[in-house]
C-alpha cells in the first residue's frame, strides 16, 4: 500500500506569520523531503532541500507580505501545496 499523504496531513502553524512557521506531518511512514515557498508569480523564494523530518521550523520574516505557496514534497516524492500567508 502507498503511504497516504494527503493535505489535512501538513500542519502549518501559525498561519499567517510573521516571524516563523512550524510545519509538520504526523505520518509515521513520511518524511518531509524538500520545502520550498513561491509567491503568487511561482517564483522560488525559499528552498530547503536535503531535509528526512517529521517536522521544522522555517523562517518567514524576510519575505515581503503577502501570500505564498508552501510546497511540501515527501520522501517518496509526493507534493502538498497549501497556501502560507505573511502578515
Given at each position: ?21 512550524q ?61 502560507l500567508?505573511?502578515?
Amino acid at each position: 500500500s502507498t503511504p497516504s499523504f494527503s493535505e489535512n496531513q501538513v500542519k502549518v502553524f501559525p498561519n499567517p506569520s510573521q516571524s516563523s512557521i512550524q510545519i509538520s506531518i504526523p505520518s509515521l511512514t513520511e518524511t518531509m523531503a524538500q520545502i520550498r515557498v513561491c509567491d503568487v508569480l511561482g517564483k522560488t523564494v525559499k528552498l530547503i532541500t536535503n531535509l528526512n523530518a517529521n517536522s521544522m521550523q522555517l523562517d518567514v520574516s524576510s519575505l515581503e507580505k503577502g501570500v505564498y505557496l508552501l510546497e511540501v514534497t515527501s520522501q517518496s516524492q509526493q507534493k502538498i501545496i497549501k497556501k502560507l500567508i505573511r502578515n
